[in-house]
């Protein structure tokens, strides 16, 4: 059964730092792109990072470049998201998600209809 399990979402003032974890279990890891999204009330799925399993090839939004870094630890079949320098804007569900169906482009790895696995998503709150 193919499983993607977020942690580490809590509520933490503007300016601190969060650290996302994406368990996967279920599939072959190295061979997908594993990406991060987020939902906030009112507002539709964005893409926040995706990372290519098989290379380490990292994409981020311009939102949260130069604040979240995302990596990968292959042996542990598991995604982190740092956050840092969170803003009440990061505000929102986070969700992980992977697909193998692409290898991941500027151009696509944002796109949440790619995905075919998805975690129950973790929330994130940041206060200002």
């Known amino acids: 059964e193919v499983q993607l399990v977020e942690s580490g979402g809590g509520l933490v003032q503007a300016g601190g730092s969060l650290r996302l974890s994406c368990a996967a279990s279920g599939f072959t890891f190295d061979d997908y792109a594993i990406g991060w999204f987020r939902q906030a009330p009112g507002k539709e799925r964005e893409g926040v990072s995706c990372i290519s399993s098989s290379d380490g090839v990292t994409y981020y939004a311009d939102s949260v470049k130069g604040r979240f870094t995302v990596s990968s630890d292959n042996a542990k079949n598991t995604v982190y998201l740092q956050m840092n320098s969170l803003k009440p804007e990061d505000t929102a569900v986070y969700y992980c998600?992977?697909?193998?169906?692409?290898?991941?482009?500027?151009?696509?790895?944002?796109?949440?209809?790619?995905?075919?696995?998805w975690g129950q998503g973790t929330q994130v709150t940041v206060s200002s």
């Open positions: 998600a992977a697909q193998n169906y692409v290898f991941p482009t500027p151009r696509s790895w944002y796109v949440a209809t790619i995905y075919n696995y």
